[in-house]
């Protein structure tokens, strides 16, 4: 909000010079440059006097006038830092190397790399590939698909490895999510709603979808923000589109912290699909109103999997405290109920608005996640009934590759998708002003999307990213995804060389 301020009142100093220096210029060029330069004059002795009497801005107030070149100076510093000071590999979140990759792929454009590496390959956490010395050819146009769905689901669903994680309409564009969706229908991905709820515009690409129930239940919840049975057993009857159903629990930018919806972005058409009052400010509670424990989150899933005729049912979460999950294994075992799958989401997941507190220092990154619910379920022998997704900068075929070394079946991805999109990391989604269209709903930069470009793109980055993977694999020697292992990525481990297996059995 701060920011959206500070943008706007910048806009309007830049303006006002602007407009200063063009009527000042139209004067000289006509001659008059007494005129032209009384007028500059005039006009900044006026914002001289605004900035010495207003008392907001103690720099203003020291510094009339002057004081402005500050605020353009920040104003302008975003574009400063990324166009010109940050090195290809530095940037974050998504430095440009991965972006360049994304929007190549998404281009279909030439992503060889010339002369050598950028990466310094003795730095610490820098992983690899340990290749294989009689590599296997696989035509890279082989589609491996995971089955998701345990014995108690019948009517499993056979996903891709790389998917579109959840992000909502609401935080993303009409434009934005019906590209996605399209680009998912063309190759074959899944779409996650987000918890936002069913969208028109999720549901008319056709695309495979995941039905997210967030803590608001938005779409299935009655007037008092419960869990709506009927709602949901008749929505999911209706749109056969919905593949399977995802628990919210956290997400890795902001876990235990709920949301709010202003009440000024609740319209009619918001209103409708989340089934809230047109109007009026809706909160997600941090936690879920439909249970409470580790027993009530099992029986949860196994009324999801009754209300929606058998489709599979999991849980996405942000590893926290272990012990807790830990109980839900054991609840798992005593209920003799096991979601299908579970997402885990990496501290290092994105939103599009999260406290800084919450995006910066609260829950655990996806790699220490990764293995650890990995292993559990399996100490538990409770891993064969579920699948594990992973989401948390999963960009490339390699960042896809390690994390099945790290122990998950698939992966999804938020940002990936939005860099095939367009966006351009200009750190504006909570602003409502995405340059790119995106991450707003504002009408005049949602246009300058082109919807049937950008579904090209989103199809385009999964394609070939897929490609990418699947070329790792035979480089490895391996002929499935499944087949992959913590021993076929090495990483350097306080100067060491180390295979993932050997660090996570012995981090000492
Ligand atoms: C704009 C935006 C909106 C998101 N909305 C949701 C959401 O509704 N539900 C959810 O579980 N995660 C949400 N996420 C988190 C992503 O689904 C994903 O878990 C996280 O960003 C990590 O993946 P990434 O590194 O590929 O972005 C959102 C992320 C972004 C960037
Ligand atoms: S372009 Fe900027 S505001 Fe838009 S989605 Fe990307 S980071 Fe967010």
Redesign the pocket.
């Known amino acids: 909000m701060r920011r959206t301020i500070a943008i706007t009142m910048k806009s309007k100093i830049l303006l006002i010079l602007s407009v200063l220096l063009l009527v000042s210029l139209g004067l000289n060029h006509l001659g008059l440059l007494f005129w032209g330069w009384s007028f500059v004059f005039i006009v900044l002795l006026g914002i001289a006097f605004y900035d010495i009497t207003q008392k907001k801005r103690t720099i203003l107030r020291n510094f009339p006038v002057l004081g402005h070149f500050r605020f353009l100076l920040e104003m302008v510093r975003p574009e400063i830092q990324q166009y010109f000071i940050e090195s290809d590999i530095s940037g974050q979140?998504?430095s440009r190397i991965y972006r360049s990759v994304v929007y190549q792929k998404a281009k279909n454009e030439l992503e060889t790399v010339p002369f050598g590496s950028e990466l310094d390959l003795y730095a610490d956490d820098y992983k690899w590939v340990n290749h294989s010395a009689f590599p296997l050819h696989i035509d890279k146009d082989t589609e491996f698909r995971i089955k998701i769905g345990n014995a108690a689901c019948s009517k499993p669903y056979h996903a891709s490895l790389l998917n579109i994680?959840?992000?909502?309409y609401g935080?993303?564009s009409t434009a934005a999510v019906t590209s996605l969706g399209n680009g998912a229908k063309m190759g074959g991905f899944y779409h996650?709603?987000?918890?936002?709820g069913l969208s028109p515009y999720h549901l008319k690409t056709g695309a495979d979808l995941v039905w997210?129930l967030?803590t608001g239940y938005f779409g299935a919840r009655d007037s008092k923000g419960n869990f709506d049975s009927e709602l949901f057993k008749n929505k999911v009857a209706e749109h056969e589109q919905i593949k399977m159903i995802?628990i919210?629990i956290?997400?890795?930018?902001k876990p235990g912290h709920g949301?709010m919806l202003p009440a000024e972005k609740v319209n009619e058409e918001i209103a409708k699909i989340r089934h809230v009052p047109v109007g009026k400010t809706v909160l997600s509670p941090p936690g879920h109103s439909a249970f409470s424990n580790p027993l009530g989150l099992c029986e949860f899933i196994q009324k999801l999997r009754e209300l929606s005729g058998g489709l599979p049912v999991g849980f996405?979460l942000c590893i926290g405290r272990r012990e807790e999950f830990i109980e839900i294994c054991q609840a798992m075992k005593q209920t003799q109920i096991y979601p299908d799958f579970i997402?885990i989401?990496?501290g290092?997941?994105?939103?599009?608005a999260a406290p800084f507190d919450f995006i910066n220092f609260v829950g655990s990154p996806l790699k220490d996640a990764l293995y650890f619910v990995d292993n559990i379920l399996k100490q538990f022998d409770v891993r064969q009934n579920i699948k594990i997704i992973a989401?948390?900068?999963?960009?490339t075929g390699f960042n896809l590759f390690e994390k099945l070394a790290m122990g998950a079946d698939l992966c999804?991805?938020?940002?990936?998708?939005?860099l095939a999109l367009g966006c351009i990391q200009s750190y504006r989604?909570n602003s409502n002003m995405c340059p790119t269209g995106?991450?707003t709903n504002n009408p005049s930069l949602v246009s300058g999307i082109n919807i049937a470009d950008k579904s090209v793109r989103v199809f385009n980055y999964h394609t070939r990213t897929m490609e990418s993977l699947v070329e790792l694999l035979g480089a490895a020697g391996l002929t499935k995804p499944e087949d992959v292992q913590a021993k076929h990525i090495s990483c350097r481990y306080q100067g060491r060389a180390v295979t993932l297996e050997e660090l996570f059995h012995n981090p000492g």
Do not use: H, W, Y
């Not at 956290?250 to 930018?253: D, Y």
């Open positions: 979140p998504i994680s959840a992000m909502s935080a993303l996650n709603t987000g918890e936002g997210q967030g995802e919210k956290s997400q890795g930018a949301g996405k997402t989401d990496g290092e997941g994105g939103t599009g989401s948390g900068k999963v960009f999804n991805s938020a940002r990936g998708m939005m989604c995106i991450a």
